[in-house]
């Protein structure tokens, strides 16, 4: 028997209204809607299941480092930097916020968008490389 972890199943995101989110999730962003009731919606994205929790309005996602800079506490990865830019012009015409993008100095390009909750996400150009070689 292999104990390991092997996957992430899922990821709970606080949100302050259920149904206006799944709807922007599915709307914005392409995920297909599961399960949803007054506290709570099962969202499939990116080949990973978020929850999306009604929270408190000051709840979200974020962190911030040692220095006071807001941090995303996930990466959506696309396949090169064609499909960054297409997506980033993608999100940019349904309204998404988003920020520049950036070379943070490293292979490929990224840049971050926000949900309606100020949830933070970020997008890098580079598929890693165990993914790329199931496809």
Known sequence: MNNKLLRVGTIYLPVTNVERSADW???KLGAVVT???KDKAIINLADISFFLVKSAP???????DIYGDE???????VNGLKALETIYH????????IGVIENRGHIGRNFVFYDPDGNKFDVWSELSPSYKGRN
């Open 71 to 77: 941090r995303f506490s996930l990466t959506f990865e």
């Open 58 to 64: 000051e709840q979200n996602a974020n962190f911030y």
């Open 25 to 27: 999730y599915e709307s």
């Open 90 to 97: 993608d999100f940019h015409e349904k309204g998404v916020t």
């Open 35 to 37: 399960y949803k009731d």
